[in-house]
């Protein structure tokens, strides 16, 4: 199947997905939360990899539904904690609910989470969920991270790589390595596919950095400068803070401190700063080595380059979003 195939038998799936238990008032958000869209990435990436090696992608659909469902809960809770008003054009839970309600439907997507990714073969079990569990504990580790950054201006490049690889990275290469894995594949092949998600993940946030601030709204599909308003530690930033000479970096703080900057002016004068130090080269540069990275991972998986075609083609298109 293609990639927008299984996109398809993935959406029917979810929509079909039941919701029988009690109180209803828990299970409304998590409904909800679940129908509001997506790009659904994770578990096509999972049936890409599943079916380099098998014929029935469907029949891994409820590990699928694991992956979207925890990473959809990861997204309801980073709303909460950013006081974040909108997802996906509609209004986020604890804004539709209460702070309340978002923290106990999200905490009951986790315990769905494992639950759905728990009804596979016996003899996949172990694996299955030492991939899983590990990831889930990364992501919390990224995200602590992500936190901490907030209070820090000294923060290195390969600390931000760090923290993207388990926040963002991981979950990818955890769709591509449990695919393997329900599909037999070998142990090298789903190691490979692993580092190709990691990889991966690793080019395609450096990418929305880049994107924030040099990317077309139209096409981005968001206002751009967003992560330059609210002082976000990105990869542009950090290179920048480091990068700078005294004037440049004097002048960063200026706008990074500044208490109500006009956000056009803010926006203009970081975005040139960028400039002159030069950091969107660096970005493109950074983007191009990981990307280049996943493909030699990818080229060591041992099936035929047609039956990888597919998964080519759809790493392709999440990389040209575009600029």
């Not at 006081?83 to 986790?110: C, E, F, P, Q």
């Not at 989470?113 to 009804?119: I, K, L």
Request: with cysteine; charged share 25%; proline share 4%.
């Amino acid at each position: 199947m293609t990639a927008k195939e299984l996109l398809s038998l993935f959406n029917h799936y979810l929509e079909q997905v039941p919701y029988n238990r009690q109180p209803q008032s828990l299970y409304e958000p998590v409904k909800y939360v679940l129908s509001l869209g997506g790009k659904r990435i994770r578990p096509v990436l999972m049936m890409l990899a599943y079916q380099m090696y098998k014929d029935n992608p469907e029949s891994i659909l409820p590990q699928a539904c694991a992956l979207e469902t925890f990473h959809n809960f990861t997204l309801l809770h980073d709303d909460l904690m950013d006081n974040a008003n909108m997802r996906r054009g509609h209004d986020t839970v604890h804004v539709k609910w209460d702070a309340n309600t978002a923290i106990l439907s999200g905490d009951t997507m986790l315990a769905m989470a494992f639950h759905r990714m728990m009804q596979c073969d016996s003899s996949k079990l172990k694996p299955v969920m030492n991939v899983f569990s590990e990831t889930v504990l990364e992501i919390d580790e990224g995200q602590q991270m992500d936190m901490d950054f907030e209070k820090r201006n000294d923060v290195r490049e390969e600390e931000y790589i760090e923290m993207i690889r388990q926040k963002t990275s991981v979950l990818l290469a955890c769709a591509l390595k449990i695919g393997a894995i329900m599909a037999d594949a070998s142990l090298e092949d789903a190691e490979n596919l692993y580092q190709f998600g990691v990889k991966m993940g690793l080019a395609f946030q450096l990418q929305d950095d880049y994107l924030d601030v040099y990317g077309d709204p139209k096409v981005f599909g968001k206002a751009i400068g967003g992560d330059i308003l609210c002082n976000k530690k990105t990869y542009m930033l950090i290179n920048a803070m480091n990068m700078a000479d005294e004037a440049q970096r004097k002048e960063l703080m200026q706008w990074i401190e500044a208490p109500n900057p006009d956000p056009q002016k803010k926006i203009a004068a970081v975005t040139r700063l960028y400039n002159v130090i030069g950091v969107d080269k660096l970005a493109l540069q950074r983007i191009e080595h990981y990307f280049d990275e996943s493909r030699r991972f990818l080229a060591l998986v041992s099936v035929d380059e047609k039956t990888k075609q597919p998964l080519y083609d759809y790493t392709d298109q999440m990389m040209h979003r575009e600029k």
